[in-house]
């Protein structure tokens, strides 16, 4: 695969579909001031180039009845990227990353039962090359990335995507079924939202041998339940953010919530959840160097009220997010998309 070059037209685009992932064309080149064509065959070429994706990210009680579990991996005798190519072949790994750090592996495991996740945590044991597992469940999760901007539009453009989707902040993430079992309709609809967040009814209908109207309908309640999200995934060193890091925050006893929403605030956090651990809080994202993280430890996070300690981490390498391959040379690989309950 040949990486396409971006210019200032696809960077535009880009930005407007992490906003509205689902919008028309119409509606998108109406806000960018650019034709609706054009946009269509820039993003397909960049569909087609596998450096742009809209998946859908499931509620979690679609698929799990558990929280997710952090995990910090330690080794011996293998190096770093061995161990992480045997950790890929296991079940429930949501992302993979090698890291900085005394713990130089970092997965988020996020299995549909406890039970299945006490089951996925015991085969990380096994696998040779790790010499020891620390494994962190996560006690409640603010914020999972799919509300990252990468800041390429103005103010303007922002606010009318966001009007246009009606965006809300993603507040506190739990895996709650639905109130009521979801037909098969629904289901259908579901996974094929999870595999390509912008399929319309029409070909949703097709696939799932479903009429249009039926289609329609399910789709709209699909989304209007927020049981899907739409989010676009690229490589995002591809936009000039070289720096993903990991932070692990101790934080006074009681401020973890207002610590919690001031971290959702910052443009360049993609998680922030509470864990149970010594460090309390973890918090991932994106700066455009190392040197920008310097100065998002020191002067933003500074500036945050009960925020006793900060251990930093760069990652490295990170062959995996939100259920999705990835890296530098193919671009966006396969999607392991967790089955539903």
């Known amino acids: 695969m040949t990486r396409l070059p971006l210019d200032e037209l696809d960077r535009r685009l880009i930005g407007a579909l992490h906003l509205a992932p689902r919008a028309t064309w119409d509606d998108i080149g109406g806000i960018l001031s650019a034709d609706a064509s054009t946009l269509k065959r820039r993003y397909d070429r960049l569909h087609e180039a596998r450096m742009v994706r809209v998946i859908g990210q499931a509620d979690w009680g679609m698929h799990s009845t558990a929280m997710p579990i952090h995990v910090f991996l330690d080794i011996t005798?293998?190096?770093?990227?061995?161990?992480?190519?045997?950790?890929?072949?296991?079940?429930?790994?949501?992302?993979?990353?090698?890291?900085?750090?005394?713990?130089?592996?970092?997965?988020?495991?996020?299995?549909?039962?406890?039970?299945?996740?006490?089951?996925?945590?015991?085969?990380?044991?096994?696998?040779?090359?790790?010499?020891?597992?620390?494994?962190?469940?996560?006690?409640?999760?603010?914020?999972?990335?799919?509300?990252?901007?990468?800041?390429?539009?103005?103010?303007?453009?922002?606010?009318?995507?966001?009007?246009?989707?009606?965006?809300?902040?993603?507040?506190?993430?739990?895996?709650?079924?639905?109130?009521?079992?979801?037909?098969?309709?629904?289901?259908?609809?579901?996974?094929?939202?999870?595999?390509?967040?912008?399929?319309?009814?029409?070909?949703?209908?097709?696939?799932?041998?479903?009429?249009?109207?039926?289609?329609?309908?399910?789709?709209?309640?699909?989304?209007?339940?927020?049981w899907v999200k739409p989010r676009l995934e690229i490589v995002s060193e591809w936009l000039g953010f070289q720096t993903p890091f990991l932070l692990r925050l101790r934080v006074a006893p009681g401020d973890t919530p207002d610590v919690m929403r001031r971290l959702d605030q910052l443009p360049q956090t993609r998680l922030a959840v509470h864990v149970a651990s010594d460090m309390s809080v973890l918090c991932a994202g994106l700066v455009t160097d190392r040197s920008a993280l310097a100065v998002f430890i020191d002067d933003d996070l500074a500036k945050i009220p009960g925020i006793l300690t900060v251990s930093a981490a760069v990652m490295l390498a990170e062959p995996r997010r939100y259920w999705l391959d990835r890296d530098l040379t193919s671009g966006l690989g396969e999607f392991h998309a967790p089955a539903l309950l």
Do not use: C
């Open 77 to 226: 005798g293998e190096t770093p990227l061995a161990v992480l190519d045997r950790l890929r072949d296991l079940p429930h790994v949501q992302l993979l990353a090698q890291v900085s750090g005394d713990h130089p592996l970092y997965a988020v495991v996020h299995a549909p039962s406890e039970a299945a996740t006490s089951e996925a945590i015991d085969r990380m044991f096994s696998l040779p090359g790790v010499r020891r597992v620390n494994a962190l469940p996560a006690l409640s999760t603010l914020r999972r990335g799919i509300t990252w901007d990468p800041q390429l539009l103005n103010d303007t453009e922002r606010a009318d995507l966001l009007t246009l989707t009606g965006a809300q902040p993603e507040g506190i993430a739990t895996a709650t079924p639905p109130a009521k079992p979801l037909s098969e309709a629904e289901r259908a609809a579901v996974t094929l939202l999870m595999r390509d967040g912008r399929s319309s009814a029409a070909s949703i209908a097709r696939a799932a041998d479903l009429a249009t109207s039926t289609a329609h309908r399910v789709v709209r309640r699909v989304l209007d339940e927020q």
